[in-house]
């Protein structure tokens, strides 16, 4: 159902004597890009952005060509510590942090030398622009493909009117010829349909059996919420934070790879960044400062209210799955590795979120048909050896192994 | 010639009864049992709704409801505005704690979702204690919407302020006047406590005044007479091989809640060896329907037993013997001093009730039987009780006398659970402050001045020493819900140590317990244990007084023995709806105390018992008095019970407790005298025309002579062949004999991932109930009240059933040609006396392969995993009952009500406190749906979870179930049976291995080891 292309994005020239170790640096390097991938998202995305662009969030933004003014020795300690190294009176260091307000870098003391450099590595190389296939959601096309069958229908229907017209003006110019009595085309037809009422009753079972089955497909629909997209307190922008700024989903919805919970997130995340970004607009000032409102920050002075009473936002939940289902993100996200957008549809486009699956059982079901049990994990890899042999090596669905039992989600 | 012949259908007929008459005409003996407004003629002849509004009404609210249902509701989420960084929504924490109300001590975890406390388990750092029925429910207890909610003087609302400002006043006026200011408790083992009440104590001159409910004061008085020391302490049942008990329930409320395990270590009949038990007592208790040999004896006539066994020992040691009258109960106690020599310094006598006599002749057959020191330890000492009787005698007079200027009851309902209760109430109008730190109301804050409600335990920070060099701490899992203060706080605040007490305990534990350990270390580990040793004693003093006392028999008085159920207790959580709907272990019945009457003196008395049409049972009433106390109780007749004697549970009758606990039974505690529960000179007279309604769950008490839902045989037996009583069953086919498994009309499931299986050891369950409070916490399983389980609509996912053996046998009916009327007649009936054998079982879905549940839903509802679990969709079912039926079982259950949504069932699922307990993780089932156990699917599905996100395979022990985890006698193993290295599959190839009713094969996934007593 998804899949995902990686571009490579402005990769520098190799030279020629490059290209002669190209297999074997790829290798290490692929390994470090990814780990270096981890560390940054999980680390620095939430103030630097990574990309061409060099957009400032917190701190400056990042592109292959930022870093290149500075020695891998400085950045490391920059990294590290950087308010030691303003400390100590590193020119760079203090025009840096002038530039950004003043605003401290957290320190990273715990990062090693390889740490560093899969960070910088990756940094280097730049995200990989990930374009999510959206699930091509099979209503979607049947919808399109029913849209074309009415085309053709309505059309033929028109044609056919049109003839018996053309039919009728026909006869009635030849009785005119004739000198005999004319009718229209609706009193002849009128005339035709009382001579045959098997025609009647065939067309009144058909209306019966048409409305019926809008009606089937009507109940069908009660509790989809397919599309709600309700007016949240405040009027927080996906598009912005996970699109534009690159900011990564568990950042904020930590819960995802942990719990059943993706979790919205407290307010002390957002001031994690809104500490330093009040908004720039007026309506984006207005929206953040609910935030602060919510914790109690005071803007002016940049300093948290002593002994202010907090008030929780009240948020309305998009996504409601009754009761009765137990659906656990953990599972899908960590275990199976569904990617975010593969429920929710291209979260970082909505400016206002949407339901964007049916979250239907039949929607969950056909995913756990279709989706490949990951053998490798060593929970399943023991098990793994019976199923070979039984289904003579395919590959192990989700259904396979029991993922279509009703208590497997309900109880 | 026709004759013309008249034939009648009953003498009824025949004598032209009028009555008959009457009921000719009607097609049912009784109104059936039809919903409530249904089977209230006067309101439906009131009602003016006419069948044409009526199908108006349902037309409209049908098409209100479609439309309704079309616009989903708005749901809100909220999150923290400052997350705790160690709560993630969705997943629980769990936090050491510990439990200790003056009865039971458990080392805890508190199960935490979400910041509220949900489930409470084991914590495996501590060996000590354990967790009883009572102990587990006493989570409910936090979420009980009749707690204090604030401080109250004279009953109405204050504030913390005014009122410390007041009972300072109080308390600095009772000392001037040189009036005593009394501190009343309960028994405390919390060393940080102690100390505040120390300094407490010096501030104001006070007394600390210490009774337990359930005294044992005699115990520690005899224990000071023999050893010179008021103590008591530990017991060793885990190396006890031979048992004898007098009246000792040690298994449900005797001293400590953990020997029940220890007793069960060493019920394994591969254990080296297994113990025998022998039980001398009046009631049936837990105890008694555990041992292997069970005498009942008539209360008064327990001493010159005692005596007896005394004598039979001392004779077999060379000792001095002491002069008693016969006793009639000689074979038996014979046959228990051989085994108890046999078994020197393996041995354990131990004994209930409130005696001093009756303790020091234990302690010295102990002594002779050379168990000091052995399983009998006081180098290690049990601080569980140290109430002292005559204190609360001398604090009663003194109050009456005006003495007591200041009296605060910490713990302590003195009004209810004292016997001299109505007299301390009006003693009390005599002290001119009054106080109690009680966190419900209570037959006692009715009368005090000021109310200064306690914390819940969950709420509270704490500590306790249970026993020598065992220490443990309590600390909050939630904050506090209510305005209410932790009584230590509260004393710290009078005393002017300000209202810390989370930073005094701590500060004391850093000073005097903790060595080298670190205080996050022991808090994050609930226990801390040193080296520290009490001195050992030995027993000097003489018995001859106390035999004197004890050698008197009086066979005419009708005795009365007090006793507390393992649900119940003392009665302090009377207002728990889970305990209250507990089952008796013995009795199985609900909602009730009644007086327990052996069957042979029930007929003497004309007392009866019996079932009406719906199933339930009915119980005549009699007016019992002993001492010039009458009570009106119910009587239920009880097969074991000693003749001419009656039992009567303590903790029921409480007042103004709440919406559970009110009005439930009588006060037993009224009739007691001077702390001592069993009572001679009763007297019983009938009620006439009075009957009293009985919930029971089990009505059925023998097993009619079928052999294959209990199997039992005797350790001779089973060492000689260890498949004796569980021989192969085969069926006979036009084959020839086949095992049942042989024939089947299903195919198999697939099994290659996991296949969960429990197994039920009968020699390791005890009945105490444990096991069915964590299924109720663990599954939203709901409560549904007497009136409903009277109607056998009870919910239990997990009963325990009750046995009684039978005198009538298949064999002895061959043997005595009785005929076959007369054989099943008699097989009704339970044993008599000595020969009454006792069986627990616990039942649960067994979850078979070959689901007879299954085939018949017609809708797909429930179905088989191929992890070897039935499944039960409740969005899918339609409420049909054809499982129920077709289970041969019985372990389905109905939703015959929206018991979380209706006022009818005002326990704890319908209000908004209440609903704080329920798992997030199980759905709340709604009316019109089957449920049943699912062996907890959502903690496999848990742990399985764990391993896929750690990616490695499960480890060993990690999968349980809430009973599993409850049951720490090891009676419930629970594993994957294709992993040839779990507990579970060596279980399922024990020899003693076997499923219910086999001849069905159903294949199920639990299985059942035969039971087997150390007889012969």
């Given amino acids: 159902m998804t899949s995902q292309h990686c571009k490579s994005n402005g990769r520098k020239r190799l030279s020629l004597f490059a290209l002669l170790f190209f297999t074997t640096i790829q290798l290490g390097f692929a390994q470090s890009i990814e780990l270096g991938e981890e560390l940054f998202s999980s680390n620095c995305a939430s103030c630097h952005y990574l990309g061409p662009e060099s957009k400032k969030l917190i701190g400056p933004g990042l592109a292959d060509h930022t870093l290149e003014e500075y020695t891998t020795e400085w950045l490391y300690s920059w990294i590290r510590n950087s308010a030691e ?77 049109l003839f018996a017209f053309v039919l009728a003006r026909i006869k009635n110019v030849l009785k005119e010829i004739k000198g005999q009595e004319t009718s229209s085309l609706l009193e002849s037809a009128l005339i035709w349909l009382k001579q045959t009422p098997i025609v009647i009753a065939l067309f009144c079972i058909f209306m019966l059996l048409y409305a019926l089955g809008g009606a089937w497909d009507g109940l069908l629909t009660v509790g989809v919420q397919k599309g709600y997209q309700p007016e949240q307190p405040i009027a927080f922008s996906h598009k912005i934070h996970a699109g534009e700024n690159g900011v990564d989903c568990n950042y904020c919805h930590s819960g995802a790879r942990h719990s059943k919970s993706a979790g919205v997130p407290s307010a002390n995340v957002c001031m994690n960044c809104h500490t330093y970004i009040a908004g720039e607009s007026e309506s984006g000032k207005e929206e953040i400062a609910k935030i602060y409102d919510a914790i109690g920050f005071d803007p002016e002075s940049r300093t948290y209210i002593e002994g202010y009473e907090q008030k929780p936002i009240e948020w309305i939940r998009v996504h409601n799955l009754p009761d ?22 291209p979260i970082e486009e909505m400016e206002v979120v949407e339901q964007y699956s049916s979250l239907t059982m039949g929607w969950c079901i056909d995913c756990h048909r279709e989706h490949k049990v990951d053998t490798a994990n060593a929970y399943y890899h023991d098990l793994s050896e019976n199923w070979v042999e039984k289904y003579h090596g395919e590959d192990i669905s989700v259904d396979k192994i029991g993922g279509l039992e009703c208590g497997k989600c309900h109880y | 010639m026709a004759t013309k012949k008249t034939y009648f259908q009953g003498l009824g007929e025949l004598a032209n009864n009028p009555e008959l008459e009457q009921l000719q005409h009607k097609e049912f003996a009784e109104k059936l049992p039809t919903e409530a407004f249904l089977g209230d003629e006067e309101k439906l002849s009131e009602s003016s709704t006419s069948r044409r509004d ?59 979702r979400e910041g509220r406390p949900i489930f409470l388990k084991a914590n495996d750092l501590s060996k000590e204690g354990g967790i009883t029925a009572r102990v587990q429910a006493s989570v409910l207890n936090l979420y009980d919407s009749s707690r204090l909610k604030e401080p109250t003087a004279k009953g109405q609302k204050t504030s913390w302020r005014k009122a410390d400002r007041a009972i300072v006043k109080g308390l600095n006026a009772a000392k001037s006047s040189g009036k005593q200011v009394v501190l009343l408790s309960s028994s405390i083992v919390s060393p940080s406590t102690k100390a505040v009440i120390k300094e407490f104590a010096s501030k104001y001159g006070a007394k600390h005044v210490t009774y337990d409910a359930l005294s044992v004061s005699a115990m520690l008085d005899a224990n000071k007479e023999s050893f010179g020391v008021r103590a008591l302490p530990t017991y060793h049942f885990d190396k006890a091989d031979v048992v004898v008990s007098f009246a000792a329930d040690f298994i449900g409320d005797w001293l400590d809640s953990g020997h029940g395990k220890d007793y069960a270590a060493k019920r394994n009949p591969n254990a080296s060896p297994m113990s025998r038990h022998y039980q001398f007592e009046s009631n049936l208790s837990l105890t008694g329907a555990n041992a292997d040999y069970r005498t009942p004896v008539k209360a008064s006539e327990l001493g010159v037993a005692l005596v007896t066994l005394y004598n039979l020992v001392a004779k077999k040691a060379g000792a001095k013997l002491v002069n008693t009258p016969a006793s009639g109960y000689n074979t038996q106690l014979q046959k228990a001093a051989n085994d108890l020599w046999d078994a020197k310094g393996k041995s354990l006598v131990v004994a209930g009730g409130n005696d001093k006599n009756i303790h020091t002749v234990v302690n010295a057959i102990n002594d002779l039987l050379d168990n000091m020191g052995k399983t009998i330890d006081f180098k290690k000492r049990s601080y569980l009780k140290q109430g002292n009787d005559a204190d609360v005698a001398t604090l009663l007079n003194d109050m009456k006398a005006g003495k007591v200027g200041a009296l605060i009851a910490y713990n ?95 500060t004391y534990w850093n000073r005097y317990v903790l060595g080298s350990t670190s205080w996050n270390t022991a808090l ?493």
């Fill in chain 2, 524 to 1016: 994050h580990d609930g226990v801390y244990t040193s080296k520290a040793t009490e001195r050992s004693l030995t027993r000097r003093g003489s018995i001859v007084s106390a035999t004197k006392a004890l050698s008197k028999l009086s066979s005419d008085s009708i005795d009365l023995v007090l006793y507390s159920k393992t649900g119940i207790g003392s009665g302090e959580y009377a207002n728990n709806p889970w305990l209250q709907e507990l089952p008796d272990p013995i009795s199985k019945t609900t909602w009730d105390n009644y007086l327990t009457v052996s069957p042979r003196f029930a007929k003497e008395l004309g007392l009866n018992n019996e079932y009406v049409s719906n199933g339930a049972l009915n119980g005549d009433v009699v007016d019992l008095t002993v001492g010039g106390t009458t009570l009106r109780v119910p009587v239920l007749i009880q097969p074991g019970q000693a003749y001419k004697t009656v039992g009567l549970a303590l903790g029921y009758g409480r007042q103004g407790v709440g919406k559970a606990g009110d009005g439930v039974g009588v006060n037993a505690f009224a009739l007691a005298s001077d702390f001592n529960t069993t009572l001679s000179n009763a007297s019983l007279s009938k009620v006439e025309g009075e009957v009293h309604e009985f919930a029971c769950t089990q009505l059925h008490h023998t097993m009619m002579g079928r052999d294959r839902i209990v199997k039992e045989t005797t350790l001779d037996a089973y060492q000689q062949d260890p498949r004796s009583g569980n021989e192969q069953m085969m069926l006979e086919t036009h084959k020839g004999p086949l095992e049942p498994e042989k024939i089947t009309l299903w195919e198999e499931h697939d099994r290659d991932v996991h296949w969960w299986n429990l197994s039920v050891d009968l020699n390791g369950c005890t009945g105490c109930g444990a096991c069915v409070i964590a299924c109720h916490a663990e599954n939203n399983v709901p409560v549904v009240g007497k009136e409903e389980i009277r109607r056998s609509r009870d919910m239990h996912w997990l009963r325990i059933d009750r046995y009684y053996s039978s005198d009538m046998t298949e064999e002895r009916a061959e043997e005595e040609e009785v005929s076959t009327i007369d054989k099943y007649l008699a097989m009704e009936v339970a044993s008599e006396a000595e020969s009454l054998e006792v069986v627990f079982q616990p039942v649960m879905c067994q979850h078979c392969n070959h689901a007879p549940c299954e085939t018949v839903c017609p809708v797909a509802a429930t179905t088989h995993s191929r992890e070897g679990l039935n499944h039960m969709t409740y969005n899918r079912c339609v409420g049909t009952r054809y499982c129920a039926n077709n289970c041969p079982y019985k372990v389905r259950r109905f939703n015959w009500f929206n018991y979380s949504e209706n006022d009818q069932f005002d326990f704890y699922m319908n209000d908004d406190l209440g609903k704080m307990v329920l798992n997030p993780d199980v759905v709340v089932r709604s009316r019109g749906v089957m449920e049943k156990c699912s062996m907890c699917i959502q903690m496999l599905q848990k742990v399985k979870l764990d391993a896929k996100k750690d990616g490695r395979k499960l480890r060993a022990g990690e999968a349980q179930t809430a009973c599993s985890i409850a049951c720490d006698t090891g009676a419930l193993t629970f594993g994957d049976v294709l992993d040839e290295k779990s507990e579970v599959y060596t279980e399922s190839k024990s020899p003693r291995a076997y499923h219910l009713l086999e001849e069905l094969n159903t294949q199920p996934s639990v299985w059942y080891q035969t039971k087997v007593r150390n007889k012969g």
């Fill in chain 1, 85 to 161: 190294l303003i400390a100590s009176g590193d020119e760079a260091a203090i025009a840096v942090y002038e530039e950004y307000n003043k605003s401290a870098m957290p320190a990273f003391p715990y990062f090693s030398d390889e740490d560093l450099d899969n960070v910088l590595a990756y940094i280097e190389q730049g995200p990989a622009e990930v374009v999510v296939d959206v699930a091509e959601v099979g209503v979607d096309g049947e919808a399109s493909a029913t849209s074309n069958t009415m085309v053709v229908l309505v059309a033929a229907l028109v044609m056919l009117l």
């Fill in chain 2, 54 to 112: 009526f199908l108006k009404f349902l037309g409209f609210s049908t098409a209100a409801a479609s439309l309704a249902a079309c616009e989903a509701p708005v749901q809100k989420v909220i999150p923290f505005v400052v997350k705790p960084e160690e709560t993630i929504a969705g997943n629980a924490n769990w936090y050491a704690s510990s439990f200790y109300d003056g009865n039971d001590y458990a080392s805890l975890l508190v199960k935490n």
């Fill in chain 1, 324 to 345: 009765l289902a137990y659906f656990n993100h953990s599972q899908h996200v960590n275990v199976a590795g569904v990617e975010c957008q593969t429920c929710h549809g």
């Fill in chain 2, 412 to 506: 302590a309902n003195p009004v209810y659970n004292l016997a001299e209760g109505a007299d301390f109430a009006e003693a009390l109008s005599k002290v001119d402050l009054s106080v109690s730190f009680a966190s419900k109301n209570d037959e006692t804050t009715s009368l005090v001045d000021y109310v200064c409600p306690d914390h819940n335990y969950l709420e509270s920070w704490g500590d306790a020493n249970p026993y020598t060099g065992v220490y443990a701490l309590v600390q909050p899992t939630i904050n506090p819900l209510f305005n209410t203060r932790q009584a230590q706080a509260s004393l710290m605040s009078w005393t002017g140590l300000g209202d810390d007490f989370y930073s005094y305990v701590k």
